[in-house]
């Protein structure tokens, strides 16, 4: 992707959509197109089909693994945010994506940015 830099964004779209396409088919290749299960007891998760209603006719059925599921998706972003806010390289790597001559002009290396992409 870094002959690309500084084209119109419909070629970086499409770069990117065919690259989606090559590493899923690599990947399948490589590890085989069987879907796998997840089993919950190994990864630590609650399990079981205990669910929680919420309202009067059961409005909403909440699963174990549906709020897990969310207190983990809250976490991650919630730490993705404290990353990209609080630390240097989270501060470079949105400075880059904004405009790269500006974090140039910054004194941002954008070989090292892109070697963390």
Known sequence: MRPLVNQPEIILLMATIGMTYFLVGFGE???GGE???VITEELGLPTG????EIGERGLLILQHIDIAAAVIAIVMVAALGIFFNKTRI???LRAVADDHQAALSVG???NQIWAIM
């Open 108 to 110: 941002i290396s954008l």
């Open 35 to 37: 879907p796998k299960s």
């Open 90 to 92: 989270g501060r470079a």
């Open 49 to 52: 089909s205990t669910a929680f």
């Open 29 to 31: 290749f490589v590890f």
